[in-house]
């Protein structure tokens, strides 16, 4: 039997909670969600090794010393489903994560001095045995013997996991510190099948003040916010993010406090919102308006909301008074 690529991993959906312990106890397993690459990794019959990205990039020749870990550790015939990370610092940093890939082409000289890790939380298939449709308590007793064969200092690491709501609650409060962006919640008899929201996320996020500096769609119809904070060592008002789309009952409350940007306004015509998104047109807007948003803690080199944040309310609250930079001050609880 061969090793299988999925055409998809299995994918998680998003949940505003923790499932209610006292309902269905032992049916969920929780574990630290990841702020990385999601990698699908396969050691072949004939002991080649294949790092694939969830939207089917390959990462082989990116991290070799994780190819080479697969190939030590894992019997041929095996395939895993992780996160490749970088800690800095005693933190997950992203961003170190994205130079990796971009300076790829030094990438043997980068394994040794930006060494990455491979976080890995599940197992489809195991020394030619397909486990995708057994239990995801099954699986995970595979992956935890498997991992006996890991050595210390292994780029090679298994997730935390954890059935007590107690912990989980303590990990979705203290690991934030370090870059976990939440927990990912799994039914414990679910199977894995590519593709499908099984899974659920409880993403850690912050309630936070921002201004208003431009937005999509029109003045008097918005579709979306695009928020600025001032910089703490320049004293300019630069972009941090957007907003999803917002309500058509959101629209109403603000479109009357917008006005058009008058003489210069400290933003371009068009702006890169996110990390991942290209320049796109919008209006400008004088930047007076505050609003309350909820946003995922993640953030690119501390620059930039990584995520659309979702508008809460319009505040009482003079731009000044917005704290710099990405300072998240407030935090929800599960």
Not at 235 to 259: C, F, Q
Not at 281 to 307: C, K, M, N, Q, W
């Amino acid at each position: 039997m061969h090793v299988r690529l999925p055409l998809e991993p299995m994918l998680a959906r998003s949940t505003d909670q923790l499932p209610d312990p006292g309902v269905g106890c032992g049916r969920w397993l929780m574990e630290p969600k990841w702020d990385g690459y999601r990698a699908i990794c396969l050691v072949y019959g004939d002991g080649k090794v294949r790092i694939v990205s969830r939207n089917g990039t390959d990462l082989t020749r990116v991290f070799p010393e994780i190819a080479g870990a697969l190939a030590a550790i894992l019997p041929r015939g095996t395939a895993v489903d992780g996160e490749i990370v970088c800690w800095r610092g005693g933190k997950l940093d992203f961003h170190a994560l994205q130079r990796r890939y971009a300076c790829r082409r030094y990438a043997r000289a980068l394994a040794r001095s930006e060494p990455a890790h491979l976080i890995v939380f599940d197992v489809l298939e195991l020394a030619c045995r397909d486990l995708r449709q057994r239990p995801w308590t099954i699986r995970r007793h595979a992956l935890e013997a498997l991992f006996l064969r890991a050595p210390p200092g292994s780029p090679l690491t298994l997730s935390m996991q954890t059935a007590d709501f107690y912990v989980a609650n303590r990990w979705f409060d203290d690991l934030s510190e370090i870059g976990v962006e939440g927990l990912i919640i799994k039914p414990a008899q679910s199977r894995y099948e590519p593709g499908q929201r099984l899974w659920l996320k409880l993403k850690t996020k912050a309630t936070t003040e921002a201004i208003i500096g431009g937005v999509t769609g029109s003045l008097t119809q918005p579709r979306q916010l695009v928020l600025g904070r001032y910089d703490s060592k320049t004293g300019r008002l630069r972009v941090v993010g957007t907003t999803t789309r917002i309500s058509d009952r959101a629209a109403s409350e603000i479109t009357p406090l917008l006005l058009p940007a008058t003489g210069h306004h400290p933003w371009p015509d068009k702006l890169a919102t996110s990390w991942r998104t290209a320049s796109t047109p919008y209006l400008g807007v004088e930047p007076g308006i505050v609003v309350e948003i909820s946003a995922d803690l993640a953030t690119d080199r501390g620059r930039r909301f990584r995520h659309a944040a979702r508008y809460l309310r319009v505040l009482d609250v003079a731009p000044e008074q917005v704290p710099c930079d990405l300072d998240l001050q407030r935090r929800e609880q599960p």
